[in-house]
Antibody, heavy 114, light 112 residues
Framework: QVQLVQSGAEVKKPGSSVKVSCKAS????????ISWVRQAPGQGLEWMGRIIPILGIANYAQKFQGRVTITADKSTSIAYMELSSLRSEDTAVYYCARGPLDYWGQGTLVTVSS | DIVMTQTPLSLSVTPGQPASISCKSSQSLLHSDGKTYLYWYLQKPGQSPQLLIYEVSSRFSGVPDRFSGSGSGTDFTLKISRVEPEDVGIYYC?????????FGQGTKVEIK
């Protein structure tokens, strides 16, 4: 059974960065892509980008280009999403999900507030 | 970016009755490999989204057979043959044919 376990909630100041982790168990990270999807309070789902761990290639939504970096450590089966230059509008729950989003992490609430 | 348009945006259904959600994409989701990359997810209150249907019509592991997907090209439908109380939540379609992957706005399903 594949499980994706994410790091805990974060509170950040505007202008700072946040790095969220996603550990895969029950399967190797190398075999699948890992996407990051966010959901602002009361809003829908927004795909941010993905990484193909076996190739080390990442694709990002244009909206986040230049501010988001998605990486993966195959040896530890952990994927990371780092978002920089945070603003209040980045307050959201951030999810990691495998492949065609068949398995999801539990979500990480990131609050951006001064 | 591909725009995914869902209708209706909300649905109130009597248990045991059918329900249907439409999803239209601004471009074809058919790939040259013959697959159509259209997915359906359900987000139950307070939970992470869960995959229901992949590649238009294939039910994901453990999904009850009252859920079915159909469509082609740019027009897709999710049907619930008999709505159960545990089916409440927000349903999203998503396309993974073109980068960036994009979601529909969501359809909120509640029980009457």
């Amino acid at each position: 059974q594949v499980q994706l376990v994410q790091s805990g909630a974060e509170v950040k100041k505007p202008g700072s960065s946040v790095k969220v982790s996603c550990k895969a168990s029950g399967g190797t990270l190398s075999s699948y892509t890992i996407s990051w999807v966010r959901q602002a309070p009361g809003q829908g789902l927004e795909w941010m980008g993905r990484i193909i761990p076996i190739l080390g290639i990442a694709n990002y939504a244009q909206k986040f280009q230049g501010r988001v970096t998605i990486t993966a450590d195959k040896s530890t089966s952990i994927a990371y999403m780092e978002l920089s230059s945070l603003r209040s509008e980045d307050t959201a729950v951030y999810y990691c999900a495998r492949g065609p989003l068949d398995y999801w992490g539990q979500g990480t609430l990131v609050t951006v507030s001064s | 970016d591909i725009v995914m348009t869902q209708t209706p945006l909300s649905l109130s259904v009597t248990p045991g009755q059918p329900a249907s959600i439409s999803c239209k994409s601004s471009q074809s989701l058919l790939h040259s490999d013959g697959k159509t990359y259209l997915y359906w997810y359900l987000q139950k209150p307070g939970q992470s989204p869960q995959l229901l249907i992949y590649e238009v019509s294939s039910r994901f592991s453990g999904v009850p057979d009252r859920f079915s997907g159909s469509g082609s090209g740019t027009d897709f439908t999710l049907k619930i043959s008999r709505v159960e109380p545990e089916d409440v939540g927000i349903y999203y379609c998503m396309q993974a044919r073109h980068l960036p992957w994009t979601f529909g706005q969501g359809t909120k399903v509640e029980i009457k």
